[in-house]
């Protein structure tokens, strides 16, 4: 087995397009965020326990199950769980209750963030999860740092979201990351694969992150060994591998779309030969080059296979999905950037809170990976992201679950907010507002495997978000943040407008990396 970790050490990562914001040395993003009074180190407490009960009167609630709007209620809050949850005109508080009337605000569950590769600094990034209103995210390429942010914030330590960390990306090989980016395991045949999952279980990973190149044989015996060692595998079906054979050996959540987009068309065993040939050069250094070349030679595949596109196959495909229960989490924020760069503000206000040097770096690089393309070949790539559009729509009516997923660590795409922007492709996808936050809470918790979160009810954690207007009425409300409860911890809109200006200034001291640019996202915007 070839295990590749490389990329700077903790402390000193190194930046690119697909990556988040760069590290930088400095003490840990604290808070003060105690109910009722301005003194806790950080929005988590080991026990949750710390503080009196709160009370947060007179709003909507949007429990994220389906139900109905539920007006005029109170939601009490206690040792980081739920305690009550009644008409504010029934419900009797105890003596000592911390209140908070929320008079015309709305109250969803804080979101999940399905799909991430978070990396940067500390003082930065978890607090822009936390702080945009994403309350847990999954890491899709685990590394120590992960870990590490995940502990201090459950002592409390660190302000960020609850973290599920999965493993270093297991491929074949030659990889499609270069040596110029984090942890990669390569795995040649079934017994690297088992050994791969073996280790990757021993390191705490909560999952197997499984990649594009894998053989057939080390990709069975990946699904094997997992089952085997009670750790899930998900990720990209690889390219070896038909969907349904992937879902019916267990793969939680097919990430992205790309391999839908094969599978739903009728010159499949043509495009599967074409796609065999496809090879990059694994003495090339730099990713982004990998990349490119990649997108170059699979692009003309994709557009094959939505020219072949066969509803009849498609919808025997998405009803075998829904009865193995197998999640697909669309991604759609990467193939918008990667697929539709004209439609990429040139401006955003969130982007203040990562380095400027970062931010004025997205354009040279994003033509670096996707630059070199014909009037023509940019007509068929906006086509074939139409028809991703109406693949998602299509998931949604057959009773897949989806689960909102980013690929932050892309460029262009800031930390906690890119969710939100999500939720918006989802709706011009054709889901509505209520379908959408779903797939950001209750659906994503339940493909995360946390069955405490992701909805509002007693007895779960209490992430919440409070939001100025209606969400099911247009979907970019989710934007219009008043306050956050983390862990059962309040973030009142002062302290919130405290703790995003103090991010700022930690993102405008943050120096530009040593060394050249890399990636950390998945890259993922155009493979099968």
Not at 9 to 14: D, K, L, N, S, T
Not at 95 to 115: F, N, Q, R
Not at 350 to 377: H, M, N
Not at 473 to 501: K, M, S
Request: charge should be neutral; aromatic fraction near 4%; proline fraction near 7%.
């Amino acid at each position: 087995m070839s295990d590749t970790t490389v990329g700077a050490p903790h402390g000193m990562a190194r930046r690119g397009f697909l990556a988040g914001a760069a590290a930088v040395t400095g003490t840990a993003l604290t808070s003060t965020v105690s109910t009722g009074t301005a003194r806790a180190a950080g929005a988590r407490a080991e026990s949750g326990a710390d503080t009196g009960p709160l009370a947060l009167t007179h709003v909507t609630v949007i429990d994220g199950s389906g139900a109905p709007p539920a007006p005029g209620m109170t939601v009490v809050v206690e040792g980081g769980r739920v305690t009550g949850l009644a008409p504010s005109a029934h419900i009797r508080l105890r003596p000592g209750t911390s209140t908070v009337d929320l008079t015309g605000k709305y109250l969803i569950p804080g979101l999940i963030e399905a799909h991430t590769h978070s990396d940067g600094p500390e003082t930065v990034v978890p607090a822009l999860y936390a702080l945009a209103g994403v309350t847990t995210v999954r890491e899709m390429r685990g590394q120590p740092v992960h870990h590490e942010w995940r502990e201090k914030i459950r002592s409390g330590a660190l302000l960020g979201p609850r973290w599920v960390v999965g493993s270093p990306i297991v491929d074949g090989t030659p990889s499609l990351w270069a040596a110029d980016v984090g942890p990669t395991i390569e795995v040649r045949d079934a017994a690297e694969g088992r050994r791969a999952v073996r280790r990757v279980r021993r390191e705490g990973a909560d999952f197997v992150k499984v990649y594009s190149r894998l053989s057939r044989e080390a990709y069975f015996a990946i699904a094997d060994e997992a089952r085997r060692q009670g750790i899930p595998h998900l990720g990209h079906c690889p390219d070896t591998v038909r969907i349904p054979e992937a879902s019916a050996c267990g793969h939680r959540s097919i990430e992205h779309l790309h391999a839908l987009l094969l599978a739903t068309s009728r010159h499949e065993k043509e495009i599967r030969r074409r796609l065999a040939a496809v090879r990059i050069d694994p003495g090339d250094p730099s990713s982004l080059s990998r990349y490119h070349s990649w997108f170059q030679q699979v692009h003309p595949l994709e557009w094959r296979a939505v020219q072949g596109y066969d509803r009849d196959r498609a919808d025997a495909l998405f009803r075998s999905l829904s009865a193995d229960g197998t999640v697909v989490v669309p991604t759609l924020s990467v193939h918008h950037t990667l697929e539709r760069p004209e439609d990429v503000p040139a401006r955003a206000e969130e982007r203040k809170y990562l380095p400027a040097w970062q931010v004025e770096s997205w354009p040279d690089q994003l033509t670096a990976l996707i630059g070199g393309r014909t009037p023509e070949q940019e007509r068929q790539i906006r086509q074939i992201f139409a028809h991703r559009l109406r693949l998602v729509r299509e998931l949604r009516d057959m009773g897949v679950r989806l689960a909102a997923g980013t690929d932050t660590g892309t460029g262009y795409l800031v930390p906690g907010f890119a969710l939100h922007d999500e939720l918006a492709l989802l709706v011009s996808a054709g889901l509505t507002p209520a379908e959408a936050l779903r797939a950001a809470t209750r659906d994503a918790a339940r493909t995360l495997g946390l069955p405490d979160v992701g909805t509002v009810a007693r007895g779960q954690a209490a992430d919440l978000l409070v939001l100025d207007a209606d969400p099911l009425r247009d979907i970019r409300n989710t934007r219009r943040i008043h306050g956050v409860v983390v862990d059962g911890r309040w973030i009142p809109p002062e302290e919130r407008h405290r703790l995003l200006t103090a991010v700022e200034e930690a993102a405008a001291h943050t120096p530009p990396p040593e060394e050249g640019a890399t990636m950390t996202g998945c890259g993922c915007g155009g493979h099968p």
